[in-house]
């Protein structure tokens, strides 16, 4: 049993790295779409307005 749990310690995370670019990818693609379903909705567009033209109007 020790020469089964020594020979997996010494294989290390191998295939690792590649699992855990897959799942960053994935979340953050899950992410950006959340984001951009917030930033694009209407009451989002209106607030942004509101800044704008208020941030505008003490300008002129």
Do not use: P, W
Not at 7 to 16: I, N, S, T, Y
Not at 19 to 28: I, W
């Amino acid at each position: 049993m020790r020469r089964l749990i020594r020979a997996l310690k010494e294989q290390g995370d191998v295939g690792m790295t590649t699992a855990e670019y897959a799942v960053g990818t994935v979340a953050a693609c899950g992410f950006g779409t959340v984001l951009y379903k917030i930033l694009t909705s209407d009451t989002v567009a209106h607030l942004l307005e509101n800044v704008i033209t208020r941030a505008l109007s003490f300008i002129f």
